[in-house]
Protein backbone atom coordinates (compact mmCIF):
# COMPACT_ATOMS: atom_id res chain seq x y z
CA UNK A 1 0.00 0.00 0.00
CA UNK A 2 1.75 3.46 -0.70
CA UNK A 3 0.95 6.16 1.69
CA UNK A 4 -2.55 7.20 0.63
CA UNK A 5 -5.52 6.02 -0.50
CA UNK A 6 -7.82 8.03 -2.34
CA UNK A 7 -11.56 7.25 -2.54
CA UNK A 8 -13.72 8.60 -4.91
CA UNK A 9 -17.23 10.15 -3.34
CA UNK A 10 -20.30 9.83 -5.07
CA UNK A 11 -19.43 13.38 -6.73
CA UNK A 12 -16.47 13.80 -8.85
CA UNK A 13 -13.71 15.61 -6.98
CA UNK A 14 -14.53 15.03 -3.68
CA UNK A 15 -12.14 12.00 -1.92
CA UNK A 16 -12.29 10.12 1.51
CA UNK A 17 -8.24 10.00 2.16
CA UNK A 18 -6.84 7.27 3.75
CA UNK A 19 -3.20 7.97 4.78
CA UNK A 20 -1.07 4.89 5.49
CA UNK A 21 -0.28 4.27 9.60
CA UNK A 22 2.90 2.34 10.37
CA UNK A 23 2.70 1.25 14.07
CA UNK A 24 5.10 -0.50 16.35
CA UNK A 25 5.12 -0.64 20.33
CA UNK A 26 5.58 2.75 20.41
CA UNK A 27 2.76 4.36 19.12
CA UNK A 28 1.88 5.23 14.93
CA UNK A 29 3.85 7.39 12.67
CA UNK A 30 1.54 8.84 9.58
CA UNK A 31 2.39 11.57 7.12
CA UNK A 32 -0.69 13.75 6.41
CA UNK A 33 0.17 15.18 2.85
CA UNK A 34 2.12 14.76 0.37
CA UNK A 35 2.03 16.98 -2.19
CA UNK A 36 3.75 14.81 -4.78
CA UNK A 37 1.08 12.31 -3.75
CA UNK A 38 -1.81 14.18 -3.67
CA UNK A 39 -0.99 15.72 -7.10
CA UNK A 40 -0.32 12.00 -8.63
CA UNK A 41 -3.98 11.42 -7.47
CA UNK A 42 -5.41 14.63 -9.34
CA UNK A 43 -5.51 16.77 -6.63
CA UNK A 44 -3.66 20.02 -7.26
CA UNK A 45 -4.71 22.67 -4.83
CA UNK A 46 -1.52 24.48 -3.34
CA UNK A 47 -2.19 24.96 0.61
CA UNK A 48 -1.58 28.45 1.99
CA UNK A 49 -3.80 28.11 5.67
CA UNK A 50 -4.37 25.77 8.07
CA UNK A 51 -6.60 25.65 10.92
CA UNK A 52 -7.75 23.62 14.07
CA UNK A 53 -10.92 24.54 16.10
CA UNK A 54 -12.50 22.62 19.00
CA UNK A 55 -16.01 21.88 19.40
CA UNK A 56 -18.00 19.81 21.95
CA UNK A 57 -21.08 17.38 21.52
CA UNK A 58 -24.05 18.58 19.67
CA UNK A 59 -21.95 21.76 17.91
CA UNK A 60 -22.86 22.05 14.25
CA UNK A 61 -20.31 24.41 12.17
CA UNK A 62 -21.85 25.49 8.65
CA UNK A 63 -22.68 25.00 6.24
CA UNK A 64 -20.25 27.57 5.08
CA UNK A 65 -18.36 28.72 1.67
CA UNK A 66 -16.32 31.91 0.41
CA UNK A 67 -18.07 33.86 -2.35
CA UNK A 68 -15.46 35.19 -4.40
CA UNK A 69 -12.34 33.65 -3.22
CA UNK A 70 -14.07 29.68 -3.22
CA UNK A 71 -11.56 27.37 -1.05
CA UNK A 72 -10.86 23.54 -1.48
CA UNK A 73 -10.06 21.96 1.85
CA UNK A 74 -8.42 19.08 3.48
CA UNK A 75 -9.59 18.39 6.44
CA UNK A 76 -9.25 15.57 9.44
CA UNK A 77 -9.91 15.08 13.14
CA UNK A 78 -7.03 14.78 15.31
CA UNK A 79 -9.48 14.15 18.53
CA UNK A 80 -13.03 12.77 18.66
CA UNK A 81 -15.20 12.40 16.23
CA UNK A 82 -17.44 14.53 13.50
CA UNK A 83 -19.53 13.87 10.68
CA UNK A 84 -18.32 15.55 8.01
CA UNK A 85 -20.24 17.23 5.00
CA UNK A 86 -19.62 18.45 1.61
CA UNK A 87 -22.40 20.18 -0.71
CA UNK A 88 -21.66 21.22 -4.83
CA UNK A 89 -22.84 24.93 -5.15
CA UNK A 90 -20.96 24.89 -8.48
CA UNK A 91 -23.27 26.77 -11.01
CA UNK A 92 -24.05 24.17 -13.31
CA UNK A 93 -22.54 20.95 -12.02
CA UNK A 94 -24.44 17.69 -12.74
CA UNK A 95 -24.57 17.08 -8.74
CA UNK A 96 -25.32 20.82 -7.36
CA UNK A 97 -27.22 20.67 -4.10
CA UNK A 98 -26.14 17.26 -3.90
CA UNK A 99 -24.35 16.57 -0.58
CA UNK A 100 -21.99 13.62 0.59
CA UNK A 101 -20.79 13.47 4.41
CA UNK A 102 -18.20 10.67 5.82
CA UNK A 103 -17.38 10.01 9.63
CA UNK A 104 -14.12 11.53 10.58
CA UNK A 105 -12.18 10.58 13.98
CA UNK A 106 -8.85 10.23 15.17
CA UNK A 107 -9.63 6.64 15.26
CA UNK A 108 -10.05 6.22 11.85
CA UNK A 109 -7.53 8.91 10.99
CA UNK A 110 -9.23 9.33 7.48
CA UNK A 111 -9.80 12.46 5.56
CA UNK A 112 -11.68 14.54 3.63
CA UNK A 113 -10.88 16.43 0.33
CA UNK A 114 -13.39 19.45 -0.48
CA UNK A 115 -12.54 21.02 -3.84
CA UNK A 116 -13.17 24.55 -4.27
CA UNK A 117 -17.41 25.35 -4.84
CA UNK A 118 -18.71 23.13 -1.80
CA UNK A 119 -20.31 24.80 1.07
CA UNK A 120 -18.85 22.51 4.15
CA UNK A 121 -19.62 21.76 7.71
CA UNK A 122 -19.57 19.25 10.41
CA UNK A 123 -21.53 17.93 13.44
CA UNK A 124 -19.50 16.67 17.04
CA UNK A 125 -20.24 13.27 17.45
CA UNK A 126 -18.18 12.81 20.78
CA UNK A 127 -17.51 14.54 23.93
CA UNK A 128 -15.32 17.08 22.53
CA UNK A 129 -13.53 16.99 18.56
CA UNK A 130 -10.14 18.80 17.72
CA UNK A 131 -10.88 19.66 13.48
CA UNK A 132 -7.98 20.58 11.67
CA UNK A 133 -8.32 21.55 8.04
CA UNK A 134 -5.71 22.91 5.80
CA UNK A 135 -7.43 25.93 2.79
CA UNK A 136 -5.91 26.84 -0.61
CA UNK A 137 -7.51 30.32 -0.49
CA UNK A 138 -6.67 32.57 2.79
CA UNK A 139 -9.89 33.39 4.60
CA UNK A 140 -11.76 36.73 3.60
CA UNK A 141 -14.55 37.22 6.30
CA UNK A 142 -16.14 39.42 4.25
CA UNK A 143 -16.42 37.40 1.44
CA UNK A 144 -18.02 34.62 3.71
CA UNK A 145 -21.41 33.10 2.57
CA UNK A 146 -23.31 30.21 4.22
CA UNK A 147 -26.34 27.42 3.85
CA UNK A 148 -28.77 26.76 6.12
CA UNK A 149 -27.77 23.14 7.57
CA UNK A 150 -31.79 22.21 7.45
CA UNK A 151 -32.43 23.02 4.20
CA UNK A 152 -34.63 20.57 3.13
CA UNK A 153 -33.68 21.02 -0.52
CA UNK A 154 -30.32 19.43 0.13
CA UNK A 155 -32.08 17.09 3.17
CA UNK A 156 -28.79 16.70 4.48
CA UNK A 157 -28.94 13.61 6.65
CA UNK A 158 -27.18 14.41 10.06
CA UNK A 159 -27.31 11.70 12.78
CA UNK A 160 -28.63 13.64 15.22
CA UNK A 161 -31.17 11.66 17.78
CA UNK A 162 -34.58 12.15 17.02
CA UNK A 163 -35.70 15.42 18.60
CA UNK A 164 -32.26 16.69 19.30
CA UNK A 165 -31.52 19.99 17.72
CA UNK A 166 -27.75 20.98 17.48
CA UNK A 167 -25.67 23.86 18.72
CA UNK A 168 -25.22 26.32 16.42
CA UNK A 169 -23.63 30.45 16.55
CA UNK A 170 -26.10 32.94 15.58
CA UNK A 171 -24.31 33.08 12.14
CA UNK A 172 -25.32 29.60 11.15
CA UNK A 173 -28.54 29.83 12.50
CA UNK A 174 -29.30 33.04 10.04
CA UNK A 175 -28.27 31.28 6.95
CA UNK A 176 -30.64 31.05 3.83
CA UNK A 177 -31.44 28.00 2.01
CA UNK A 178 -29.49 27.10 -1.08
CA UNK A 179 -32.61 28.46 -3.75
CA UNK A 180 -31.81 31.68 -2.69
CA UNK A 181 -28.66 31.84 -2.99
Not at 16 to 29: N, S
Amino acid sequence: MGRFSFLPTEIEGVFIVEPAAFADARGYFMETYNEKDFFDAGITARFVQDNQSSSSRGVLRGLHFQRQHPQAKLVRVISGEVFDVAVDIRPGSPTYGKWVGVTLSAQNRRQFFIPRGFAHGFLVLSEQAEFVYKCDEFYHPEDEGGILWSDPSIAIEWPLPEGVEPILSNKDEGFDRLAIL
